[in-house]
């Protein structure tokens, strides 16, 4: 089917300005072919627009990549995913000492080392900050037991950045470039800013509590956070790398970047994920891996400060879809634009978002009542009539860097057992919160991809 890229141009102009996203980039692909169009300003001050060149922060879409990075390691023979990481990297500490000797590049690839993990750390601009980041992660404590279950851990994707620097001898940055941003003629992407003003790029915007959207106080993360989320790129240097996976590991002109075997096994469950409703039911090596519509469907989001990124693949139908945003309500331009784009090109439809029920279900509020902390983030909740009231509070060199503004609460309703949404004063879509408990009765939340323990 030919892709009318005039029509989704006007779909994406129409939705953004909907959902307030100040500038935008779609890509599309098709069996082969890519169209791409864009909307809006790279900057509510410069008013400069957004044309299909703009490169934007792809966040955690970078984790892929970086997976892949790692899978290369294995194709030559380089590193053992079920090997200890003390094995290549003999000084890796984290504060319990089990898990210092047991996790695996395995467990970090897909999520399930337990580390608590959200440590964004300004560690400088020089070559040894990832290194540097990883020495600083002797700190960290468990969420949860080594392989229990899933919960999103950022370090983690530093921890295999320095694998790759230490088995390839060379920076992530500079490895990233030689073995993938030049196979795939992704000429305009890069890591650092410097490398963004190059060309024309767009900055984040924000919207803080009670006030009108602006341009982030900063551009992007911390350079140690790299491998976790610092690719900038267009949405056609995106769509390449997604060919590079939909043909199983093989750039177009047949250069074999990654062997079919890997790209495989990247797509293969590694665990299942206890919110099956925000972005997929399993995680494998890397990928998001969803069923919409009876069909397989895999990919990853992105956010960084102000921008956020969005990649789908359909492997059997040969589809992918990427769009790179700058601020706004861009979770429900994406879900609104790539139900339309996936339903037309894939027959995929995206399931219904959560919302309360029209009749609440009987539940014992009180039972999810308390405290969940994780590194650098809280939530309290407390009964308020048929609904949780939900305080979130977020810490750490990041979070001070954007706000300081504290965040709004949630109001939460329960759908089922263990199963609430919450919205709120900002009018963002609903927010699902699934509780849930392991082996050992200990009690968690899993919201944004992340188990948080109860602590009180």
């Known amino acids: 089917m030919t892709i009318d890229i005039e029509h989704w141009r006007q779909r994406l102009a129409l939705l953004a300005d909907k959902h307030g996203v100040p500038g935008a980039s779609l890509a ?49 023979g380089l590193l053992d995913l079920d090997a200890p990481l003390v094995t290549y990297l003999p000084k890796f500490r984290v504060e319990d000492p089990d898990v210092t000797t047991s996790v695996t590049t395995r467990h970090l690839l897909a999520h399930t080392s337990g580390i608590d993990g959200d440590l964004f750390l300004d560690t400088g601009r020089g070559d040894d900050c990832i ?104 949405a056609r240097d995106v769509l390449t790398f997604a060919q590079l996976h939909l043909d199983d590991g093989a750039t177009r002109d047949g250069t074999r970047v990654l062997s079919k075997q890997s790209a495989q096994r990247m797509r293969e469950p590694q665990v299942a994920v206890p919110d099956t409703y925000t972005l997929g039911s399993h995680w494998g090596l890397g990928w998001i891996l969803i069923n919409w519509s009876g069909q397989d469907v895999y990919g990853h989001d992105g956010n960084t400060i102000g921008q ?26 994406f879900r609104d634009l790539f139900n339309e784009v996936l339903g037309e090109l894939a027959g995929v439809l995206l399931p219904p978002r959560l919302e309360p029920p029209a009749q609440p279900p009987d539940v014992d509020l009180n039972a999810y009542a308390g405290r969940y902390a994780r590194q650098s983030f809280e939530i309290t909740f407390e009964t308020a009539g048929d609904h949780l009231l939900a305080q979130p509070k977020t810490s750490g060199e990041l979070a ?15 759908v089922q057992e263990d199963v609430f949404v919450g919205r709120n004063e900002d009018g963002a879509s609903w927010t699902p919160f699934v509780f849930f408990t392991l082996d050992g009765g200990a009690r968690y939340l899993h919201m944004g991809a992340r188990a948080t323990p109860k602590v009180g």
Request: charged content about 20%; glycine content about 8%.
């Open 308 to 333: 956020s990124a969005y990649l789908r693949i359909v492997p059997d139908k040969g589809v992918a879809v990427c769009l790179l945003t700058n601020g706004g309500h861009a979770a429900d331009l």
């Open 131 to 234: 290194e540097r980041h990883v020495d600083a992660c002797a700190t960290l404590g468990q969420n949860h037991p080594l392989g229990a279950t899933m919960s999103y851990c950022n370090a983690g994707y530093t921890m295999l950045g320095r694998l790759i620097e230490v088995l390839r001898g060379a920076t992530w940055d500079d490895v990233l470039r030689e073995r993938l941003l030049t196979p795939l003629r992704a000429r305009t992407a890069g890591t650092l800013p410097e490398e963004a003003l190059l060309h024309s790029a767009a900055v984040g915007h924000i919207t803080p509590p009670g006030k009108e959207i602006t341009v982030a106080p900063r551009w992007g993360i911390f350079r140690s956070a790299g491998p976790a989320g610092l690719i900038h790129a267009t």
């Open 28 to 76: 599309i692909l098709n069996d082969g072919d890519v169209a791409d169009a864009a909307y809006g300003v790279l900057n509510l001050r410069t008013r400069t627009n957004t044309t299909t060149d703009s490169l934007f922060q792809i966040g955690s879409i970078t984790k892929v990549w970086t997976a892949t990075l790692v899978m290369q390691l294995v194709d030559d």
């Open 400 to 414: 001070a860097a954007i706000s300081a503004e504290p965040l709004p609460p949630y109001e939460v309703y329960p």
